[in-house]
């Protein structure tokens, strides 16, 4: 079993940057690629950034490519998400998961078998 608890959210005005932090626990996550999806209200959870085991290789989401960063150090069995330029539409609660089967690029949730419990994150104009 994996245990995911996020932090870092908070709120922020528009421009402005926050950074995620999703630190596991009960297993290490260093074989599993991370990621990060966020849900607003009213609408479905979608993916936000994904990275590789090893941390060689990420995925973006169109709508935050260029501001969003994810990394991870296994050593401290955690992952991160740095964003910058936020805007109101990013406005959600930010979830971090792992997908222990998979080493590599995963977008579709089902692949994740393990979630954190979330952290808002709002973003004022």
């Known amino acids: 079993q994996v245990q995911l608890v996020e932090s870092g959210g908070g709120l922020v005005q528009a421009g402005g940057s926050l950074r995620l932090s999703c630190a596991a626990s009960?297993?290490?996550?260093?074989?599993?690629?991370m990621g990060w999806f966020r849900q607003a209200p009213g609408k479905e959870r979608e993916i936000v950034a994904v990275?590789?085991?090893?941390?060689?290789?990420?995925y973006y989401a169109d709508s935050v490519k260029g501001r969003f960063t994810i990394s991870r150090d296994n050593a401290k069995n955690t992952v991160y998400l740095q964003m910058n330029s936020l805007k109101p539409e990013d406005t959600a609660v930010y979830y971090c998961?792992?997908?222990?089967?998979?080493?590599?690029?995963?977008?579709?949730?089902?692949?994740?078998?393990?979630w954190g419990q979330g952290t808002q994150v709002t973003v004022s104009s």
């Open positions: 009960g297993r290490t996550v260093s074989g599993a690629a």
């Open positions: 990275i590789t085991a090893s941390g060689g290789s990420t």
């Open positions: 998961a792992a997908a222990p089967k998979f080493r590599y690029i995963v977008v579709h949730t089902t692949a994740y078998e393990y």
